[in-house]
Nanobody, 126 residues
Framework: QVQLVESGGGLAQAGDSLRLSCAAS????????MGWFRQAPGKEREFVAA????????YYADSVKGRFTISRDNAKNTMYLQMNSLKPEDTAVYYC???????????????????WGQGTQVTVSS
């Protein structure tokens, strides 16, 4: 089991940038694909971005493509989500997650992720 702790959320205005971090401990971080998901009030959790264990493959939801960038630093056991050009519709609790399969491919399906952080709130005002 891997423990995940998100940080970097907060209050922003439309057009601003924020960077989320996800610090991992427990398992060998570098051998697990990772992802970011978010959940807005009254809505279901949705996929935001994913990155393969090697960092060579990344995937994004259409709603964030071109604005958000996922990355990882395996030496620091940390994953990041750089969020630029924020919009009010980006307001949500953001969760980082680790795949439930060592060396498994990055996916967009939350059911493929076995470890989750506690979430960090991102609020974007217009």
């Amino acid at each position: 089991q891997v423990q995940l702790v998100e940080s970097g959320g907060g209050l922003a205005q439309a057009g601003d940038s924020l960077r989320l971090s996800c610090a991992a401990s427990g398992r060998t971080f570098s051998s697990y694909s990772m992802g970011w998901f978010r959940q807005a009030p009254g809505k279901e959790r949705e996929f935001v971005a994913a990155i393969s264990w090697s960092g060579r493959a990344t995937y994004y939801a259409d709603s964030v493509k071109g604005r958000f960038t996922i990355s990882r630093d395996n030496a620091k056991n940390t994953m990041y989500l750089q969020m630029n050009s924020l919009k009010p519709e980006d307001t949500a609790v953001y969760y980082c997650a680790a795949r439930n399969l060592q060396y498994g491919a990055a996916t967009t399906n939350g059911a493929d992720f076995g470890s989750w952080g506690q979430g960090t709130q991102v609020t974007v005002s217009s």
